[in-house]
């Protein structure tokens, strides 16, 4: 008698029966401790996407880039659409001008309809335009600014100041026109500090 033969066949016998065991177990446990999963949806406000060091661009007819919105992190919910941003920076270009510095938004969260059409940026808001030739330095700071990136226009009701150096406006309630013709204007209790030359 082969005994190795034997002793083969037994090892593969035992393989065969624990394998089978496996199945079984496997299973017994996914039908009977969790239950058929088939019918389970996803909680109603739930994230489906997300993304970490975010970026999206805008252009406009002919290609030239309007817009972009940077992000350390968003979260996308499935129920409403809206995104949640973490660390938002906006920057409106100025594709008719593009001598003209870009305006560079900031602000530490905020959420984006599902349109894409209203940005509404929460908490303290920074917005920086540089200096150029024919054009001065601008730097304002507001909070819970409503933007319509694609009007290139903001509003908010809350206290804000326009500091162009080295004058300083500051009152309650902003709205701004980033695109030609600029303009940017405090809607009440306006106070200015001008230095004269």
Same mark, same amino acid.
């Given at each position: 008698?082969? !005994?190795?033969?034997v002793? %083969?066949? $037994?090892?593969y016998?035992?393989?065969?029966?624990?394998?089978g065991?496996?199945?079984? *177990?496997?299973?017994?446990?996914?039908?009977?401790?969790f239950?058929?999963?088939? =019918?389970?949806d996803?909680?109603? +406000?739930?994230?489906? !996407?997300?993304?970490?060091?975010?970026?999206?661009?805008?252009?406009?007819?002919?290609?030239?880039?309007?817009?972009?919105?940077?992000? $350390?992190?968003?979260?996308?919910?499935?129920d409403?659409?809206? /995104? +949640?941003?973490?660390?938002?920076?906006? /920057?409106?270009?100025?594709?008719? /001008?593009?001598?003209i510095?870009?305006?560079?938004?900031?602000?530490? $969260?905020?959420? *984006?309809?599902?349109?894409?059409?209203?940005?509404?940026?929460? =908490?303290?808001?920074s917005?920086?335009?540089a200096a150029?030739? =024919?054009?001065?330095?601008?730097?304002?700071?507001?909070?819970? *600014?409503?933007?319509?990136?694609?009007?290139n226009?903001?509003?908010?009701?809350?206290?804000?100041?326009?500091?162009?150096?080295? %004058?300083?406006?500051? =009152?309650?309630?902003?709205?701004?026109?980033?695109k030609?013709?600029?303009?940017?204007?405090?809607?009440? %209790?306006?106070?200015?500090? !001008?230095?004269?030359?």
């Open positions: 008698m082969n !005994y190795s033969r002793s %083969n066949l $037994k090892i016998s035992l393989a065969l029966i624990l394998a065991a496996s199945w079984w *177990l496997a299973e017994i446990f996914r039908f009977d401790f239950g058929d999963q088939s =019918g389970i996803a909680p109603k +406000h739930s994230v489906d !996407y997300f993304s970490t060091g975010y970026l999206r661009k805008d252009m406009n007819e002919q290609g030239v880039l309007k817009s972009e919105l940077k992000a $350390k992190g968003i979260l996308h919910y499935s409403d659409g809206i /995104t +949640h941003i973490d660390k938002a920076t906006l /920057t409106l270009y100025n594709p008719d /001008t593009p001598s510095p870009p305006w560079i938004v900031n602000a530490e $969260k905020g959420t *984006l309809s599902k349109d894409g059409k209203n940005l509404f940026l929460n =908490g303290k808001v917005i920086d335009r150029a030739e =024919g054009v001065k330095q601008v730097n304002i700071l507001t909070s819970n *600014l409503h933007v319509l990136p694609k009007l226009y903001a509003e908010s009701s809350e206290w804000s100041q326009i500091v162009m150096p080295p %004058n300083r406006i500051e =009152g309650t309630g902003i709205e701004i026109t980033f030609r013709p600029i303009y940017v204007k405090l809607l009440s %209790n306006v106070k200015s500090r !001008y230095v004269p030359h």
